[in-house]
């Protein structure tokens, strides 16, 4: 693999990635210009298992979109509606969100993922009495709930800064925040794709809020749409800058668009290479982010299962009830057992370990 790497013209760049020596946004251009898919993997596959050995992680989760009823009207989106009474459009009562957690008393479950719309007209109140209400049912489960873009959209709704935000929602039990919203940060782009939700500049402050506050925060990349190659390096760069300050992020995670039901639906999808690199060349440039995750709803299971030899180290969990991208297209189960899992990874010559939200390991599979 190492003369390969040196064939495809990427001597230079194992040197620093073996060095430790941190990439520039030129070779991260030219990680994607590099012809040599499997010479660019290869690099990135060295640094997963210098950080990961074969250590592949996933969880045992549950997802919750408690309304799909939205202010902001992106492009790329098929699950939102805009305003209540609208074909398709739902808000749950707590008490139907609430019986999502309790109806799964069975499972051990260590987090619920939480996202929603933009809703004009709820109370504060039901986002406080939601994480306070699965508290109560579940006092041991992880709160990841909410994407920077609900932050910065419950400030302006109710006259409060983010801080004060993002401190209420911690008292009611909120544990963590997950990557969504980010979308592409360069301006042409989200100018273009996402209207009506806050800029990248917004949306990074929060994270590093939440991270000043002690919480650990994930972030994402939406890609395969209208982005160029140097959008999605600028894209990793601003999230390594910041990372560089707080160090609160725990994973990285590419999301591969899906064009079904939505205003963007005459571009094709990311091809699986395209999927591929997009995970190696995150795997590093973002060398201050521990993980790497391929969200296998978004990448769909089988190029999931070969990104883990691409940079990916994480896999997500067993999810159940995804709507965002079911709606938009995705061909992939609803959910995957832990056993389900385990399996893929294993069958990738991987070993599968669940972690909780924060990377502490729950068991693992001999
Ligand atoms: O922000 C919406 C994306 C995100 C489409 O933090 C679409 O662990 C592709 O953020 N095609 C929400 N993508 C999902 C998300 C996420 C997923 C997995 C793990 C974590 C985590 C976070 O879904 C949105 C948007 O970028 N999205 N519509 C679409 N048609």
């Known amino acids: 693999m190492r003369s390969r790497i040196q064939s495809a013209g990427l001597g230079d ?8 020596e941190r990439l520039t946004f030129a070779d991260g251009v030219r990680l994607f210009d590099t012809p040599d898919l499997l010479a660019v993997g290869a690099l990135a596959n060295l640094e997963r298992e210098r950080r990961h050995g074969a250590r592949t992680y996933y969880n045992y989760n549950i997802r919750l979109e408690a309304t799909n009823v939205c202010t902001a009207s992106c492009l790329f989106c098929s699950f939102a509606r805009l305003k209540p009474g609208d074909p398709g459009a739902y808000t749950m009562s707590l008490e139907q969100a609430w019986e999502k957690l309790r109806s799964r008393s069975h499972q051990p479950l260590t987090e ?5 719309g933009l809703h004009p007209d709820l109370p504060f109140s039901y986002y406080t009495d939601l994480l306070d209400g699965f ?6 489960i992880h709160l990841k ?47 273009k794709i996402s209207q009506g939700k806050c800029g990248a500049d917004r949306y990074l402050d929060i994270h590093r809020l939440a991270h000043q506050l002690g919480m650990r925060s994930n972030v994402t990349m939406l890609y395969g749409h209208i982005e160029t190659n140097d959008e999605r390096i600028d894209h990793m760069l601003r999230v390594r800058a910041l990372q560089d300050e707080t160090g609160g992020f725990q994973a990285f995670i590419p999301l591969a668009f899906h064009p079904d039901n939505n205003q963007m639906r005459k571009l094709p ?6 999927t591929l690199r997009v995970h ?8 201050n982010v521990a993980h790497i995750k391929a969200f296998w709803v978004a990448t769909g299971v089988d190029v999931a299962q070969a990104a883990l030899w691409f940079g990916a180290d994480d896999l997500d969990g067993t999810v159940q009830e995804e709507r965002i991208y079911h709606m938009a297209g995705s061909s992939t189960p609803e959910t995957m057992t832990t056993k389900q899992i385990q399996r893929l990874i294993a069958a990738a010559g991987r070993q599968p370990l669940e972690r909780d939200t924060l990377y502490n390991i729950v068991s693992s599979v001999a």
């Open 112 to 116: 619920i993922h939480v996202v929603n």
């Open 145 to 191: 709930c909410f994407t920077a873009v609900e932050i910065a959209f419950f400030a302006d709704l109710y006259g409060m800064t983010d801080e004060q935000v993002l401190r209420e929602l911690m008292k009611a039990g909120l544990d963590s925040l997950p990557g969504g919203g980010a979308e592409i940060f360069a301006e042409r782009v989200r100018k």
């Open 135 to 140: 508290k109560k049912i579940r006092p041991d």
């Open 280 to 287: 190696a060349v995150a795997r590093l440039m973002l060398d």
């Open 13 to 20: 760049i194992e040197q620093k990635v073996a060095a430790g």
């Open 269 to 274: 999808a990311p091809t699986a290479a395209d």
